[in-house]
């Protein structure tokens, strides 16, 4: 931006900007999962054991997506968001010191939460596992020993705490590590920075003759997906570490 006034001083006064252009090359892996039932089982259950079988699948198949999505390497599997994180170069998210070596702090959350940009707060979220929001939770003042994080509804104190802190909303995903030293056991800000591609959904085969004299059938699973952090200054991330 430049405030030129009524008359440029120059056609290029205002090309304060020299933008790049290009594509991004995003790989669709493929993930398969099967089943194998004996054709005795199909025959003399009393409920339905495919319908079943495929509501496992759907489930294993959504909790292997969202690890991949977070600590993916990029092998045969989506590139996770806490592969990427990078500190030199802004190839990935940077990380915020959470000022202790082994150990949450609250001057590191509100650190973290300053880190990122203004313009992208509107949907900003933290990302931590049960274990970590745990271990926030217990944050208590040095002096009057009270929760920092209420731990009380303000309904009355009788209806659920909001999941909410430092005015964002908490995300519970399991598969953010656990904290420890070095390790990166936060991730907050604007989730539309990571791109998820969809090629083919999960799709299901019944296979009747494969393995037929062994008399079993077999449901096959099958899905085709890509992910990679595409705006990583969308993120910022919590580091386990005293700087």
């Given at each position: 931006?430049?405030?030129?006034?009524?008359?440029?001083?120059?056609?290029?006064?205002?090309?304060?900007?020299?933008?790049?252009?290009?594509?991004?090359?995003?790989?669709?892996?493929?993930?398969?999962?099967?089943?194998?039932?004996?054709?005795?089982?199909?025959?003399?259950?009393?409920?339905?054991?495919?319908?079943?079988?495929?509501?496992?699948?759907?489930?294993?198949?959504?909790?292997?997506?969202?690890?991949?999505?977070?600590?993916?390497?990029?092998?045969?599997?989506?590139?996770?968001?806490?592969?990427?994180?990078?500190?030199?170069?802004?190839?990935?998210?940077?990380?915020?010191?959470?000022?202790?070596?082994?150990?949450?702090?609250?001057?590191?959350?509100?650190?973290?939460?300053?880190?990122?940009?203004?313009?992208?707060?509107?949907?900003?979220?933290?990302f931590m596992n049960k274990s970590?929001?745990?271990?926030?939770?217990?944050?208590?003042?040095?002096?009057?020993?009270?929760?920092?994080?209420?731990?009380?509804?303000?309904?009355?104190?009788?209806?659920?705490?909001?999941?909410?802190?430092?005015?964002?909303?908490?995300?519970?995903?399991?598969f953010v590590p656990n904290v420890?030293?070095?390790?990166?056991?936060?991730?907050?800000?604007?989730?539309?920075?990571?791109?998820?591609?969809?090629?083919?959904?999960?799709?299901?085969?019944?296979?009747?003759?494969?393995?037929?004299?062994?008399?079993?059938?077999?449901?096959?699973?099958?899905?085709?997906?890509g992910g990679q952090l595409i705006?990583?200054?969308?993120?910022?991330?919590?580091?386990?570490?005293?700087?």
């Amino acid at each position: 931006l430049a405030w030129t006034g009524e008359a440029p001083a120059s056609s290029s006064a205002h090309r304060v900007t020299d933008p790049a252009f290009g594509l991004l090359t995003i790989p669709v892996h493929t993930a398969m999962a099967s089943l194998p039932i004996t054709n005795d089982l199909l025959e003399d259950s009393a409920f339905d054991v495919f319908g079943l079988g495929s509501e496992l699948m759907g489930e294993a198949f959504a909790l292997g997506e969202n690890d991949a999505f977070i600590n993916g390497d990029g092998i045969a599997k989506p590139m996770g968001i806490l592969a990427q994180v990078d500190d030199t170069d802004n190839k990935g998210p940077r990380s915020v010191a959470s000022g202790g070596a082994s150990a949450l702090t609250s001057d590191g959350l509100v650190s973290l939460a300053y880190a990122l940009p203004s313009q992208y707060e509107a949907r900003a979220k933290w990302f931590m596992n049960k274990s970590t929001e745990a271990a926030v939770r217990k944050f208590k003042g040095s002096g009057s020993g009270d929760y920092q994080w209420p731990v009380v509804s303000t309904a009355g104190q009788l209806g659920p705490v909001q999941p909410v802190l430092l005015g964002f909303p908490v995300v519970r995903e399991q598969f953010v590590p656990n904290v420890a030293g070095d390790a990166y056991p936060i991730i907050f800000g604007d989730m539309s920075g990571y791109l998820v591609l969809d090629r083919v959904g999960i799709s299901l085969q019944r296979l009747d003759e494969l393995y037929a004299e062994t008399n079993i059938t077999v449901l096959l699973a099958r899905r085709r997906v890509g992910g990679q952090l595409i705006a990583p200054y969308r993120l910022k991330v919590q580091k386990v570490a005293a700087s």
